[in-house]
């Protein structure tokens, strides 16, 4: 006679006299191995999902959100100020409660225009940091039309999902920057007669998303995995925040000023009180039009900022006041070689000074330290001679007079 068949785990098929416990149930068993093994799946879930914020106690009011980028973003305050009260607001999106007879609030998509380096993205960056819903960075220029070679719009959605683990809920509440918009403007401002799949028929496409639609996403990206199974994704309170730098807008915003002159003034200002050195804070949604945008995306992103160019002073403010500083950076990297760094003022001017005459913005202040530090980081940690390193500006000169860096100077 055959002996009794050994219970099993009915999740892993583990025999019992593997296990040290078999929990029993009404149609199958379950081990210890199994019982911890969803423990932590459970852990994992429980840390990933996004609630709807207490705008009482966990949500940062406007202000206080503009000093959080205060910290790390040094000038611009009138893009802070935009982007903390639409994220507030954003916030307040998420925690109404629908109802028929409740005022639906709308969402008020934002676009930033600016120079290179201004700090566009480094505000999306931040802004990132502090927010406790999905938050996601796309570039638009790697988006074509759909079947040509790039990247579909969905895509975009994607990485909200990713950002979110997938969470369709919480991706669908949460926050999405687009940069580089500027490289999808239409070629001129007459329609386009040819195709034009990366810029205006890239526009049409992201109409669905801004305005708020049931979109149907690849988990994986749609065109290496054409087999998967579409998320369906609702648009309606993802905000959407778009930045670029929109080289040669000026012009535009100059034309129309100059045009919309009656007089010797222009909307209660006078011709002679124009800062023609910074006109982007003249910007006006024709200015866009002009630039490239087709009408109907223009009026998906209501809420128009800019970005004021980067002075000297705001700068060399920028070398050594946030929280993460260059030279604060920099500092740390030769401390943990027991080397203490320090910058004399007259270096950090001569920085400065080479990042406005090579047009590199905030951006290329740290292709330039690392071109007058790069010596010293590749000899001073094998020698156990040197306990200080003092930047002067003979020093920063002299390497960077060296270094290939110097050859930006003839291209500029």
């Not at 949500?59 to 982007?83: H, M, T, W």
């Not at 819903?133 to 909200?160: C, H, M, N, Q």
């Not at 999808?184 to 007459?190: F, G, M, P, Q, T």
């Amino acid at each position: 006679m055959a002996g009794k068949k050994e219970e099993t785990c009915s999740f892993c098929g583990r025999p019992k006299s593997d296990t040290t416990i078999l929990v029993s149930g009404l149609e199958g068993q379950i081990c210890n191995f199994c019982i911890e093994q969803a423990k932590i799946i459970l852990e994992e879930e429980s840390t990933t999902q996004f609630e709807v914020p207490d705008l009482e106690k966990s949500v940062l009011k406007p202000i206080e959100i503009k000093a959080f980028l205060d910290r790390y973003v040094i000038g611009q305050d009138d893009a802070k100020k935009v982007l903390a009260v639409a994220v507030y607001n954003h916030y307040k999106r998420i925690a109404q409660k629908t109802d028929e007879n409740e005022v639906e609030i709308e969402k008020s998509n934002i676009v930033l225009v600016g120079e290179t380096g201004t700090g566009k993205t480094l505000l999306a960056w931040t802004i990132a940091r502090m927010l406790h819903v999905p938050f996601a960075i796309a570039d638009a220029t790697v988006l074509t039309e759909a079947g040509y070679v790039g990247e579909d719009v969905e895509s975009i959605l994607t990485r909200l999902l990713q950002a979110a683990d997938y969470n369709v809920a919480a991706a669908e509440k949460g926050i999405i920057f687009i940069d580089e918009l500027d490289k999808i403007a239409r070629k001129s401002d007459n329609p386009s007669i040819t195709r034009d799949v990366s810029g205006e028929g890239v526009q049409q496409a992201l109409l669905k998303l801004l305005e708020g639609s049931e979109v149907n996403v690849p988990p994986q990206g749609g065109r290496k995995h054409p087999e998967q199974k579409m998320i369906a994704v609702n648009t309606k309170n993802i905000l959407f925040i778009a930045g670029g730098a929109f080289q040669g807008i000026e012009r535009h915003i100059a034309a129309r000023l100059r045009t919309n002159v009656v007089g010797y003034s222009f909307a209660g200002i006078n011709q002679e009180d124009f800062d023609k050195e910074h006109l982007l804070q003249y910007i006006s949604p024709a200015d866009l039009k002009k630039f490239g945008l087709i009408p109907e995306i223009v009026g998906r992103l209501p809420v128009l900022s800019y970005l004021d160019p980067l002075s000297k002073d705001t700068l060399k403010r920028i070398l050594v006041e946030p929280k993460n500083a260059l030279t604060k950076q920099f500092e740390k990297l030769f401390e943990m070689d027991n080397i203490n760094l320090h910058f004399e003022e007259k270096a950090l001017e001569y920085i400065v000074e080479k990042s406005i005459e090579f047009k590199l913005g905030a951006r290329g202040l740290r292709s330039i330290m690392e071109a007058i530090l790069i010596d010293a980081m590749f000899e001073l940690p094998s020698s156990k001679k040197t306990k200080e390193l003092q930047i002067t500006l003979d020093y920063a000169s002299s390497k960077l007079s060296k270094a290939s860096l110097a050859k930006l100077k003839a291209a500029v």
